[in-house]
Structures are given as structure tokens and as C-alpha cells.
């Protein structure tokens, strides 16, 4: 039996640090994520170490600031670069690697140091790769209809999942490690990444999730006097702000609500990979780590 404890690193996109529970927010629902936090330590000042997605996620993988791995900027076909990852290092210490969800890399095929990637990049194929969750959809009868619901990636516009449930990529990528964690080799130890595309954008959670918080809708952020007029906005700002793609008055709490809504399916969905760990009988054998990316202010 192997003594060397497993590593499950769970990353997500965009999720900010104070949208817990555990951390104090009023409307959020968390409890697996609390459980965690409850059981475990939970760092209060954490920060990203560039909050853009790709650079933040090449810090993580590197261990290195934007200034040593290329880019603070979001530079999708920049490759990664010559350097130590966390995969490679953990595969060269003997550790079986495996990833599922979201890479960022380019090329998007590039294990960097995982000896398997299950990739759910959310519809690239302009760099001319079809993902695995795209196969997944069309094996199950969906080819092409990830986007069928017509929500960017980049916008804040809000609409509920259009397929079924069990073809949503929170939990397709939940049933992926699952499945990995009950293929793993009992004799050596595992770092295990599972990396969620959500909750950044596109917003469309399952039903059951965004109808939790249009009942009793979530506590608008705190807003500074200088930042309560669009117009009077510095250009960066008011360029976010235009993400909304509306002028409805609603439109931001219909965003918060279905960001929301996202992070409490992904937390559910946790509770289906530490149920899997406990009945593979390495629950008590693995260290469960849970981050982001980064942060979204809404």
C-alpha cells in the first residue's frame, strides 16, 4: 500500500475569495466548501498572482511570476514556456498525474507534465482542437451545441442550461475525476487536478441552481461613491462594465444571481468526488486543496 499522501487540487475560474460562506457572505451557498474550511485551513489572503486567467494560470502551474513566464497580458497563443511544472514535478517524483477541465495552455493538446489531460476548454476551435467535452456531446448525440444557448464566454448575459443536466461541463468534469480516481494505480501515489471552466462566464447554471437565488435575491457588492456613475468611470471600468451587454436595470443582479448559481452547482458537485474518494478508501489518504484563477468583483 502506498504511504505518500494523494494530492486533489481543485481550481476554478474567476470564483473570488470572499464568495463563501465560511467567509462571511451573506447570500452565497457553499457547505461542502465550508465543511472543507471547517475540517481544514482556510487562507483569508490568498491572492492571484496576475488576475487574468491565463497568466494566473501559468503562475500555478509554474511556481513563477508573469515577469519569468511571459505574460501578465492574456496572450492565448503564446507557448508555454521552458520551465518546471507542478504536473512534471509531482510525475518525476513518481506520482501518477491527471487532469480534467480547463488547461489554458496553448497548445491546447500540451500535457504539461500530466500523463493524461481531459480538456474542456470552452470551445477554442479557432486554435484547431476539438475538446474532449465536445466529443463527449457529440457521442451523446450534441455534436456542436455547447453554445447553442447562445451566451458568450466573455459576457455577463443570463440564460439557464439548454441540455440535459448530466451533459453541463461542472458535471461532466465531476464524472471525469471520478472515473479517474476508480482507474488510478492502488500502488503509486496521484496528483489529481480538476480544473472548472465556471463560474466564469458563459452564466447558464442548471435550472434547479439559478432558481435558488432569484427567491431571495443576493446582496448587491459594496460600490465606492466614485464608481456609482458609468459614465464618470475610468475607460478600463466602464469597458467591463459593457460586458453586461445591457442597459436592462436588472441585468447586473440577473448576472450575480446565475454567478452564484454556478458556484453553488460546483460545490454540490464536490461532494460527488469526496463521496468517490471515501469509497475508493482514500479519503483519509488525499489532500484536498480548493482555489481560483482569480477573482471577479461583480
Request: proline residues 9%.
Amino acid at each position: 500500500m502506498n504511504e505518500r499522501p494523494n494530492l486533489l487540487l481543485i481550481a476554478t475560474d474567476h470564483w473570488p475569495g470572499d464568495l463563501l460562506a465560511f467567509a462571511g457572505h451573506p447570500d452565497i451557498r457553499t457547505p461542502t466548501l465550508d465543511e472543507l474550511s471547517r475540517c481544514g485551513t482556510f487562507f483569508s489572503r490568498a491572492y492571484s498572482e496576475c488576475p487574468v486567467c491565463i497568466p494566473a494560470r501559468r503562475s500555478m502551474m509554474t511556481g513563477t511570476a508573469p515577469r519569468t513566464h511571459g505574460d501578465r497580458v492574456y496572450r492565448d497563443t503564446l507557448r508555454m514556456p521552458e520551465l518546471p511544472t507542478l504536473a512534471g514535478s509531482f510525475r518525476n517524483a513518481g506520482y501518477q498525474t491527471f487532469a480534467v477541465g480547463k488547461l489554458h495552455v496553448y497548445p491546447q493538446r500540451n500535457r504539461i507534465g500530466f500523463d493524461e489531460v481531459l480538456l474542456a476548454e470552452e470551445g477554442r476551435r479557432q486554435f484547431g482542437v476539438v475538446d474532449d467535452y465536445e466529443m463527449f456531446l457529440a457521442d451523446n448525440g450534441q455534436p456542436g451545441r455547447q453554445f447553442a444557448h447562445g451566451m458568450s464566454n466573455n459576457q455577463y448575459v443570463v440564460r439557464p442550461w439548454h441540455l440535459e443536466e448530466r451533459l453541463h461541463v461542472t458535471n461532466w468534469v465531476t464524472d471525469q475525476m471520478c472515473r479517474a480516481l476508480r482507474r488510478r494505480d492502488p500502488t503509486r501515489p496521484g496528483f489529481f487536478y480538476l480544473s472548472h471552466p465556471h463560474p466564469h462566464p458563459p452564466l447558464v447554471p442548471l435550472p434547479y441552481y439559478l432558481e435558488l437565488y432569484k427567491k431571495d435575491r443576493p446582496t448587491p457588492p459594496p460600490c465606492a461613491e466614485w464608481a456609482r456613475s458609468p459614465e464618470q468611470l475610468p475607460p478600463a471600468l466602464r469597458v467591463r462594465r459593457n460586458l453586461l451587454a445591457s442597459d436592462h436595470p436588472g441585468a447586473a443582479e440577473e448576472a450575480r444571481e446565475a454567478f452564484y448559481a454556478l458556484c453553488t452547482q460546483i460545490d454540490h458537485q464536490l461532494r460527488v468526488v469526496i463521496g468517490t474518494l471515501r469509497e475508493e478508501g482514500i479519503l483519509d489518504n488525499t489532500v484536498i486543496l480548493f482555489t481560483s484563477d482569480h477573482g471577479d468583483m461583480l
